[in-house]
Structures are given as structure tokens and as C-alpha cells.
């Protein structure tokens, strides 16, 4: 073991945020090229892009709790993370070089006169390998910082990966804006590649994992119900998922249903809300009588997936807002988009290091996120409210969402992994994830569905700030872990 280990010194820290900065980075590169460059370099249209997009929601949803479940219980090349995190890294960077250059692969393995030929297909098969790549890779990233920090400094293990990892985005789409995406794209391999490998063989991983449970044995007769009911608050939004999935994959749709305040809500949306509902009144109250942490992490999933819906109706629908109701052309409208998202990263990578670490120590985890969330949603409100005033109020108020953003993209890892059983960290690091995943397929489709039917655009703020507010809500229930 490093010294710097042995002392859990802050160049630590860093070196062990870096994994994940490599992925985040990788995640940026598909963000700010992957659209573009299928678009303009081979000419596929929008409903081919978004097949392809579909792809990243899917892998997630199945291979992070694999992963995770895997990494847990393998120990091979010196670890249970370094393996897969090496994998992740090397494959997302045989995919960010593929991307410019599927005309190569489509020549090798198609041929033929016609250069569209087979091309919609090599760009599945890419796109989700890449997304495959990072998914194989976040979980252990992440899970790696548990594993190797204690209870007291896991909120600084995620801050830190916050500073390092967000300050990395911010280059990333400084990189894009001013050096072009393809240059984005090969400076991409080289941090996945670099960051990836070299920090996984610094880094030396606990063999024995810390055990939360004293009594193994009771811990082994309650992990397969604790497994199970944790999926409890995520029910409505999985079977929401699995519905999407099949209507966009194979076309299949259901026009039964009733209208809302003028909006249709088929039966199958029907059902998922009131399994929402029903899982709120049996999880917030703990009706099911499950073990402390078990809730508890109930609790975290319910609060972090309203975020999530919140925060992803901003993502994919805020150029719509700058557009419409701001009255601003494509061009001047997505660079004001960009100069927003810009502002959000760097208040972002700005802020946990500084602020929100010193703040969880001082006042606890739970209660400093739960403040950040509704900020948060004040921002939002705020830009429903007076974001049309002017360019400068919408990217003020942005920042101040950005507080919010900087908690969610950090905390949130270091409060849920107090709340589990950390001999199976990966495991539950993947169930975690589907409170992110899951809920960006609602954004995606339904809120989308909302947005379009709505003439008033300013709607995506208003959604955006309900769901914020619902989360923090849901994150007042959640108790702060005894030290």
C-alpha cells in the first residue's frame, strides 16, 4: 500500500476520483458528440438517433446491478473493482475511436457500393458497447470509494470525485466548444485509457470488506428479502420502463386510458402511478417492518428518482423553453444552453470540495443534500418565473441550481452507502443506479409528451421544480447514519 494511502492524504483522494472522472469524461464525450456525429458525418435521421439512444437506458438498467453483483464476490488481478474498471476503460476507448471511423467497419464488415448499408446497425452496436463500457465501469468506480474510505470520510471519498470528476466535464465541453467534437473524441480515449489503468494499479483494495451487520448469519437469512423489498419505491417507475421499452422497440401501444387536465394517461401509466403511491404509504411509514438500513435506503431511492425526473426534463428540454418561450433562433438557443449547462458543471465541480464537504461534516449528509435539493428547486421556480426576463437572469438562476446539481452528483453516494450492507456495495451501487436510470425514461417520454401537448414551454421549469420539491420532501424522512 501507497503512502498516500496509508495517510488518506487529499493526492489520495484524488488519484482514487479519477476512474470515475475517466467515465464521467467518457460520458461527456457521448453527450456532446454521439447526436452530432451520427447526424453529420453519416447522414441518420432523427428516429434512427434516438434507436440508438435507447440503448443506454437499456444497458444500464441491466448491466449495473450484474456488474456490481459480480464485482462483489471476484477477486482476480488484485482486486474485485480494478478488474472491470480496466475493462470499462479499455473498451470505452475502442468505442470513442470507432465512433469517427465507422465508415472502416462498415467497409470491413459490410462492403458493398452502398456506404448506408448496414451502417444504422454497426452504430447500435457501438453506441451500446460504448454505454455497455461505461456502465461495466461506474459501478465499481464508485463502489471503489466506499470500499476504500471509511464511514467518516466517505462524504469526502464523493466530494472529492465531484471537484476532480466535475472539473474534467467542464474541460470536456470546453474541449468540444473551442478544439471541435472529433478532437473531443481522441483526447476522450487518451483520459479513459490513462485514468482507467494507472489509478487502478495505485490504489490497493481491502481484501475483507467492513460488515455492517455483526451476526452474518441472520445477515444472510434477511439479504434476499432486504434485496427485494429495496426494489419496493422503484416498482411504478420499472414497470413504466419495461412498458417504454416494448412501445419504442416493437411498437407496441396502449390507447385505453383517461385524460388529466387535458392530458392522456394510458392504463399501464395508470397503474405505475398508483404503484407509486402505494409504495410511498408502505415505504415512508415502513409498514413492511424492514430492518432500519433496509428503509432507509428505500427512502433514498424514492427522494433521488423524483430528482432525477426533475433534473432530466431540464437536460433534454431546457433548449425548448430557451426557444419558445424565450423567442430565441436554434442557434443563439443552443448556445445559450450551452452556456447555462456550463455554468451548472462549473458550480458543480466548484462547490463539493469547498462547501458541501465541511457542510456534511458540520451538519450531516442528509440534512445539507436535503437543503441543496431545495435550492434546487428553488432555481427552478425562480426560472419559471422570471427566466424570460433576460439571458443574464436565466444563467444566474442556473447557477444557483447549480448547488443543487453539485449535491446530487455527489452526496448522495456517500449517504446510500451508509445505508447498505457493504460486504455487497456493488450490488446495491447498481439498484442505486436504476433510481437514475429509470426515472430518465420518464422525462424522456412522458414529460416529453406533456412539454409538446403544452404552448407554454415554461412548463419544463415548473415540472422540473415539482419534482425537486417532491424529492426533498422525500429526503426530509431519511435519517442520518450514526458514525
Known amino acids: 500500500m501507497l503512502n498516500m494511502q496509508?495517510?488518506?492524504?487529499?493526492?489520495?483522494?484524488?488519484?482514487?476520483?479519477?476512474?470515475?472522472?475517466?467515465?464521467?469524461?467518457?460520458?461527456?464525450?457521448?453527450?456532446?458528440?454521439?447526436?452530432?456525429?451520427?447526424?453529420?458525418?453519416?447522414?441518420?435521421n432523427i428516429e434512427d438517433i434516438g434507436l440508438v439512444w435507447a440503448a443506454g437506458p437499456i444497458a444500464g438498467i441491466i448491466a449495473q446491478p450484474i456488474v456490481?453483483?459480480?464485482?462483489?464476490?471476484?477477486?482476480?488481478?488484485?482486486?474485485?473493482?480494478?478488474?472491470?474498471?480496466?475493462?470499462?476503460g479499455v473498451l470505452a476507448a475502442l468505442m470513442m475511436l470507432a465512433l469517427p471511423n465507422l465508415e472502416i467497419i462498415q467497409k470491413i464488415f459490410v462492403g458493398g457500393d452502398d456506404p448506408q448499408a448496414g451502417l444504422l446497425s454497426i452504430a447500435v452496436i457501438?453506441?451500446?458497447?460504448?454505454?455497455?463500457?461505461?456502465?461495466?465501469?461506474?459501478?465499481?468506480?464508485?463502489?471503489?470509494?466506499?470500499?476504500?474510505?471509511?464511514?467518516?470520510?466517505?462524504?469526502?471519498?464523493?466530494?472529492?470525485?465531484?471537484?476532480?470528476?466535475?472539473?474534467?466535464?467542464?474541460?470536456?465541453?470546453?474541449?468540444?466548444?473551442?478544439?471541435?467534437?472529433?478532437?473531443?473524441?481522441?483526447?476522450?480515449i487518451g483520459i479513459a485509457l490513462l485514468a482507467t489503468i494507472i489509478p487502478a494499479f495505485l490504489?490497493?483494495?481491502?481484501?475483507?470488506?467492513?460488515?455492517?451487520?455483526?451476526d452474518d448469519t441472520q445477515k444472510s437469512k434477511a439479504s434476499a428479502r432486504d434485496f427485494i423489498e429495496s426494489l419496493l419505491p422503484l416498482i411504478g417507475l420499472l414497470v413504466y420502463g419495461i412498458y417504454v421499452i416494448c412501445?419504442?422497440?416493437?411498437g407496441f401501444n396502449i390507447t385505453y386510458g383517461?385524460?388529466?387536465?387535458?392530458?392522456?394517461?394510458?392504463?399501464?401509466?395508470?397503474?405505475?402511478?398508483?404503484?407509486?403511491?402505494?409504495?410511498?404509504?408502505?415505504?415512508?411509514?415502513?409498514?413492511?417492518?424492514?430492518?432500519?438500513?433496509?428503509?432507509?435506503?428505500?427512502?433514498?431511492?424514492?427522494?433521488?428518482?423524483?430528482?432525477?425526473?426533475?433534473?432530466?426534463?431540464?437536460?433534454?428540454?431546457?433548449?425548448?423553453?430557451?426557444?419558445?418561450?424565450?423567442?430565441?433562433?436554434?442557434?443563439?438557443?443552443?448556445?445559450?444552453?450551452s452556456i447555462a449547462f456550463f455554468i451548472l458543471s462549473l458550480v458543480s465541480?466548484?462547490?463539493?470540495?469547498?462547501?458541501?464537504?465541511g457542510s456534511a461534516k458540520r451538519f450531516g449528509m442528509v440534512r445539507t443534500h436535503t437543503i441543496c435539493i431545495l435550492i434546487m428547486a428553488l432555481g427552478y421556480f425562480g426560472i419559471y418565473l422570471f427566466g424570460t426576463s433576460s439571458v443574464i437572469s436565466y444563467y444566474a438562476l442556473m447557477a444557483i441550481a447549480g448547488i443543487g446539481w453539485a449535491s446530487v452528483v455527489s452526496l448522495p453516494f456517500a449517504i446510500m452507502s451508509e445505508k447498505v450492507d457493504q460486504t455487497k456495495m456493488g450490488l446495491y451501487m447498481g439498484?442505486?443506479?436504476?433510481?437514475?436510470?429509470?426515472?430518465?425514461?420518464?422525462?424522456?417520454?412522458?414529460?416529453?409528451?406533456?412539454?409538446?401537448a403544452t404552448a407554454d414551454k415554461t412548463v419544463v421549469f415548473a415540472i422540473c421544480a415539482a419534482c425537486l420539491f417532491i424529492s426533498g420532501l422525500f429526503w426530509f424522512t431519511v435519517k442520518e447514519s450514526k458514525k
Open 431 to 452: 439498484i442505486f443506479n436504476l433510481s437514475v436510470v429509470l426515472p430518465q425514461l420518464v422525462a424522456s417520454f412522458k414529460m416529453g409528451q406533456i412539454i409538446n
Open 126 to 188: 457501438v453506441a451500446l458497447t460504448f454505454d455497455l463500457s461505461i456502465n461495466v465501469s461506474f459501478n465499481p468506480t464508485r463502489s471503489l470509494i466506499a470500499d476504500c474510505t471509511s464511514m467518516k470520510n466517505r462524504a469526502k471519498g464523493y466530494t472529492w470525485m465531484q471537484t476532480i470528476s466535475g472539473s474534467f466535464g467542464v474541460l470536456a465541453y470546453f474541449i468540444g466548444g473551442v478544439l471541435g467534437n472529433v478532437a473531443l473524441i481522441y483526447i476522450g
Open 258 to 337: 383517461i385524460e388529466v387536465f387535458g392530458f392522456f394517461i394510458n392504463i399501464v401509466e395508470c397503474i405505475c402511478i398508483a404503484l407509486i403511491v402505494l409504495s410511498a404509504f408502505l415505504v415512508i411509514p415502513n409498514l413492511l417492518r424492514s430492518n432500519d438500513n433496509s428503509n432507509e435506503f428505500q427512502k433514498v431511492l424514492f427522494a433521488h428518482s423524483f430528482t432525477w425526473i426533475g433534473v432530466q426534463t431540464m437536460f433534454v428540454y431546457a433548449f425548448f423553453y430557451l426557444r419558445e418561450s424565450m423567442g430565441l433562433d436554434e442557434k443563439m438557443a443552443g448556445s445559450v444552453n
Open 349 to 357: 465541480a466548484i462547490l463539493p470540495i469547498l462547501v458541501l464537504n
Open 6 to 44: 496509508k495517510k488518506m492524504s487529499n493526492w489520495f483522494y484524488a488519484i482514487l476520483s479519477l476512474p470515475a472522472t475517466a467515465m464521467g469524461f467518457a460520458l461527456s464525450v457521448q453527450i456532446s458528440a454521439l447526436s452530432w456525429i451520427l447526424s453529420t458525418k453519416y447522414g441518420l
Open 68 to 88: 456490481g453483483a459480480l464485482s462483489d464476490n471476484m477477486w482476480f488481478m488484485g482486486g474485485r473493482r480494478r478488474p472491470w474498471i480496466i475493462i470499462g
Open 247 to 250: 412501445e419504442k422497440l416493437i
Open 203 to 214: 490504489i490497493e483494495e481491502p481484501r475483507e470488506l467492513q460488515q455492517v451487520v455483526k
